[in-house]
């Protein structure tokens, strides 16, 4: 601990360079991470909302929910037998205001369900984000394949889908206006007692979020840039200290000789990668959740502590990876030869 200590004392310049290249990739991958959980959130909140489940969609749909329709001996059977279980569907539309303003929703109706609110005919219930845009209860709404009108009738939370607010409706107002009485989808808790619901195909709640193209591409996206920042994180650790301990291989010829075992060589490494990542990352966490409270209103971004810990993990995990690996020479060198090779170069 003391060489580790006295080493980062006498060659600060070198120590602060590499914690402020750590810093910045560590900073960059909170925030691309909050984006990526964010736009997730934005994309699929509806479904992510649910819980632990399955959803069934009919095979012919070829993993297309829209494409999809439950008969309804099926979804009868289901729901009579099943606690907690629910028929859905979503469509994307749009409402129009008393000013034939437009606005994109997803419409979403469902059977009786404690994860969706309850909606009357002719009623509507928005997600929370238009309300932050001025649309307040009462406010009126049409729509071209609705011969009525909507009214809203309240706001709730988490109800985003394929970045559209969603707009709840009645199931009677839902198939006037899609001209069917079907519905897409059914979800069974993980709660319930398993059942047997032949000619559906089931999909847990992560692999249908898979299935939305949109959903897919976006995170994989996002998820190969964090984890390529991760990895040159780990890089630039091996790549740091082992040019440091070739300009040190004399030193630790000496160290060696006078009984200095490797394994002390080694903390001394650890102990520097450490203390390093540490305070990049204490760092890159108090400034990614400053961004947060001062990042737009329309940006998504959400990062929450277990995504933080997870990726504060990874860099610890990633930076000792790298650091023991340059120290492999250290574990080679043998007394003699480094001091010989130490004085050659001096």
């Known amino acids: 601990m003391n060489l580790a200590w006295k080493e980062m004392k006498k060659s600060k310049t070198k120590f602060i360079i590499l914690g402020s290249i750590v810093f910045l990739i560590s900073l960059l991958t909170f925030i691309i991470s909050g984006l990526a959980n964010g736009l997730s959130q934005d994309n699929a909140a509806l479904i992510k909302n649910l819980p632990d489940g399955e959803i069934y969609m009919e095979p012919e749909a070829k993993e297309t929910h829209a494409l999809s329709a439950i008969d309804g001996d099926s979804q009868e059977q289901v729901l009579s037998q099943t606690d907690g279980a629910f028929a859905f569907s979503i469509q994307m539309g749009f409402l129009l205001n008393e000013q034939d303003e437009q606005q994109s929703v997803a419409f979403v109706t469902s059977t009786d369900s404690a994860e969706f609110p309850e909606v009357s005919k002719g009623e509507i219930i928005l997600d929370s984000s238009l309300e932050d845009e001025g649309i307040q209860q009462g406010d009126r709404f049409t729509n071209s394949q609705f011969s009525g009108e909507f009214t809203v009738a309240g706001f709730t939370g988490g109800a985003k889908y394929s970045h559209a607010p969603v707009a709840f409706i009645h199931p009677e107002n839902y198939a006037e206006m899609h001209r069917t009485e079907q519905m897409q989808m059914l979800f069974v808790p993980e709660s319930a007692e398993p059942v047997a619901i032949a000619g559906l195909q089931s999909f847990s709640n992560e692999a249908f979020l898979n299935t939305l193209p949109s959903y897919n591409a976006e995170q994989l996206s996002l998820s190969m840039i964090v984890w390529f920042l991760v990895i040159i994180s780990g890089m630039l650790f091996a790549i740091f ?55 737009p209103g329309g940006m998504p971004f959400y990062l929450p502590v277990g995504i933080t810990f997870q990726l504060s993990a990874v860099f610890f995990a990633i930076g000792f990876a790298g650091a023991t690996l340059s120290g492999i020479q250290i574990h080679k060198v043998k007394p003699l030869q480094a001091i010989q090779q130490g004085e050659g170069s001096a």
Do not use: E
């Open 241 to 295: 200290f082992y040019m440091m301990n070739i300009q040190k291989l004399g030193l630790y010829g000496i160290l060696k000789a006078i009984g200095v075992k490797t394994s002390a060589l080694f903390r001394m490494i650890w102990t520097q990668m450490f203390v390093i990542t540490a305070i990049a990352l204490a760092l890159s966490i108090a400034i990614s959740q400053l961004f947060h409270s001062l990042a």
